[in-house]
């Protein structure tokens, strides 16, 4: 169950990443030209950023949690996790494609 474990942590810590350039891109477009489509961008990418920010954290950081995370959570449920994870980091992979092009 391990390697799931440490591929959902990377999966999350590419997407922090991604989130942090996706997000200073769309902030920037929505300070030149303040238009709702570049500020909805950005309040997608901080929330998703939250969302993948304390995942990390409970990878991570959290002792208790990532304990249990680690040992008492069925490899069923860290597949599911795990491919969740991966499928974000693949779109947003694209989003930071088509953004960045």
Do not use: C, Q
Request: charged share 15%.
């Amino acid at each position: 169950m391990s390697i799931w474990f440490d591929v959902a942590r990377v999966a999350s810590a590419l997407n922090v990443l991604l989130l942090l350039g996706l997000a200073s891109v769309w902030a920037r477009n929505y300070l030149e030209i303040r238009s709702k489509y570049p500020l909805g961008l950005l309040v997608f990418a901080v929330l998703l950023l939250a969302e993948n920010a304390l995942a990390l954290y409970i990878y991570l950081v959290d002792p208790t949690l990532r304990d249990w995370f680690t040992t008492d959570v069925p490899a069923i449920a860290w597949r599911a996790m795990m491919l969740l994870h991966v499928l974000e980091t693949l779109g947003l992979l694209f989003l930071a494609w088509i953004t960045f092009d």
